[in-house]
């Protein structure tokens, strides 16, 4: 059973940054994608961002894509979220995921097998 479990989330005010990060247990991820998805009250869960069980390749939502990187560390099994430029619609609950299937970067819930308990980010205005 793997177990993952995220850390710094908090309250920001607009245009500031925050890392998030995800460590996981009960099992090795070095050959599973890891990713980074949120839910806002009231909304479905979205994609954010995941990268490859190498750290070759990352996919970003289009949206998000120049404000938050994705990286891991394949050596402490965790996977990190920094987060730039935060906006008052960034406000939402983070989650970390670990990839269904080997070697395989996925965008969908459905591509995530495990998941973390979520992080509280709040961005005020």
């Known amino acids: 059973q793997v177990q993952l479990v995220e850390s710094g989330g908090g309250l920001v005010q607009a245009g500031g940054s925050l890392r998030l990060s995800c460590a996981a247990s009960?099992?090795?991820?070095?050959?599973?994608?890891l990713g980074w998805f949120r839910q806002a009250p009231g909304k479905e869960r979205e994609f954010v961002a995941a990268?490859?069980?190498?750290?070759?390749?990352?996919l970003y939502a289009d949206s998000l894509k120049g404000r938050f990187t994705i990286s891991r560390d394949n050596a402490k099994n965790a996977v990190y979220l920094q987060m730039n430029s935060l906006k008052p619609e960034d406000t939402a609950v983070y989650y970390c995921?670990?990839?269904?299937?080997?070697?395989?970067?996925?965008?969908?819930?459905?591509?995530?097998?495990?998941w973390g308990q979520g992080t509280q980010v709040t961005v005020s205005s």
């Open positions: 990268i490859s069980w190498d750290a070759v390749s990352a």
């Open positions: 995921a670990s990839g269904r299937n080997p070697l395989y970067t996925g965008q969908g819930t459905q591509d995530y097998n495990y």
């Open positions: 009960g099992r090795t991820l070095r050959t599973y994608a």
